[in-house]
Structures are given as C-alpha cells and as structure tokens.
C-alpha cells in the first residue's frame, strides 16, 4: 500500500516537526494509517520527549505554523510528571492541543500521561518513509496495539481488529 495519499494532510507538519528535531512518536488514528490501513482521523496524536529542551522547541514550531494552545498551560509544564498526574486528577486531560488557525491543518493531541514512557515507545518505534523522504517515526505496531486496546472506545476496538488483520493474526 502505498501511504501518499493517506498522509499527504499531514506532510508540512511531519516535516516540520523533523526540521525542528522534535523527538515525537504518531499513536492513534494516523499511526494506524502509516501502519497500513486507510482510516479517517480528524487530529494527528503523537507522543512526546517530555525534557525541556524539546517542549521549547515543540511550543515555538507550533506558534510558527499557527497553532495555538487549547488550554491556558506552557507545554513546558508537562516536563513535571507530578503536574501532567494532577492535570489528570483534577482535569482529566489526556491530551495537550493544539488547535490550528487554519481550517486545511488538523490539530495536534500530545498525549500526555502516555509521553511520560516515551523512551519506552522510542526503543520500539518504526520510522516509515511516508513520501519523497519524509521520516516518521511511529510507535511500533504491537505498542500501537496495546494503547488501542487501553483505550477501549469503540473506534480503537475496530483499529485492534484491522492492527491483528495487519499482522496476520
């Protein structure tokens, strides 16, 4: 299969963010498309080094391309676990957007608590090349899997099921 079309929305971020030297993982809905399954999504969810370092970097690319922050917190703040775990407590956020000013770019989730185990993820990554050398690195299949099937909504009940298909299982 080829992903060109798939991804083609999200090109100019994905370059970006590798212009940047943004450490980040896709998860969610796009993961499952690079991984071989054509599926809408409405935002790009991707996993982040949470030092301090790439949350800069990560916040000015952002404000560069248009984006804004959804919520009144830096990003900076998720470099503190005990922050993100009272955001979750007191907020129940599991994600930090991004929303773009620009109705043709998606927004953008960091998912947060989950960013908190990114060397983890980063350790099993695979990096697909999308088009003309754009590199993403993308949480590997089973880890894909196990975060589908955590979140057990009934959209990632189904990716579950075409994940295991793309496996051969």
Avoid: C
């Avoid at 090109?11 to 943004?22: G, P, Q, V, Y």
């Avoid at 990003?75 to 979750?88: G, H, N, R, V, Y």
């Amino acid at each position: 299969m080829r992903y060109t079309q798939t991804v083609n929305p999200y090109r100019d971020i994905f370059e970006a963010l590798n212009r940047a030297n943004i450490r980040y993982l896709v998860v969610g809905g796009v993961a499952v498309n690079l991984h071989g399954h054509r599926r809408f999504t409405a935002d790009i969810d991707i996993l982040l080094a949470l030092d301090e370092e790439n949350l800069a970097k990560m916040t000015t690319l952002m404000h560069a391309m248009g984006y804004i922050e959804r919520l009144p917190v830096q990003l900076q703040a998720l470099s503190d676990p005990e922050k993100i775990q009272q955001f979750l407590d007191e907020k129940g956020m599991t994600a930090y957007t991004f929303l773009s000013d620009n109705r043709e770019r998606v927004d953008i989730d960091v998912l947060a608590a989950k960013s908190l185990a990114f060397e983890k993820y980063e350790k099993r990554k695979v990096v697909l090349d999308i088009d003309e050398g754009i590199h993403v690195p993308v949480v590997s299949i089973d880890d894909l899997l196990a975060l589908k099937r955590e979140a057990n909504r009934s959209k990632d009940i189904e990716d579950v099921q075409i994940l295991l298909e793309l496996k051969g299982l």
